[in-house]
């Protein structure tokens, strides 16, 4: 099992910034490839970005390239995602989540486990 907690939400104006963690505990952290995804009312879950278990690799959807960066720290076992730039359409909750298999990153099913979520709210 891999508990997952993510915090730093909130309410932000659009071209503010917010940076997202996610605190692991349980299974070994580093052994994961970690996850974030998002959620907006109405609206299937979206995938945002990826990096895979040392670090090295990463991966973002088209909308947010430029803008957010995620990184890890594995002696820390967290997970984080800087989010600048943002705008109203950025606005979700935003999951964080652990997958063993690097391969299926943007299929939100291919993920072992997940936090609670974290409102993101963007203001025009």
């Known amino acids: 099992q891999v508990q997952l907690v993510e915090s730093g939400g909130g309410l932000v104006q659009a071209g503010g910034s917010l940076r997202l963690s996610c605190a692991a505990s349980?299974?070994?952290?580093?052994?994961?490839?970690m996850g974030w995804f998002r959620q907006a009312p109405g609206k299937e879950r979206e995938f945002v970005a990826v990096?895979?278990?040392?670090?090295?690799?990463?991966y973002y959807t088209d909308s947010v390239k430029g803008r957010f960066t995620i990184s890890r720290d594995n002696a820390k076992d967290t997970v984080s995602l800087r989010m600048n730039s943002l705008k109203p359409e950025d606005t979700a909750v935003y999951y964080c989540?652990?997958?063993?298999?690097?391969?299926?990153?943007?299929?939100?099913?291919?993920?072992?486990?997940w936090g609670q979520g974290t409102q993101v709210t963007v203001s025009s």
């Open positions: 349980g299974r070994t952290f580093s052994n994961w490839h």
């Open positions: 990096i895979d278990w040392s670090g090295l690799s990463t």
């Open positions: 989540a652990a997958a063993a298999n690097y391969h299926y990153y943007r299929d939100y099913e291919r993920y072992d486990y």
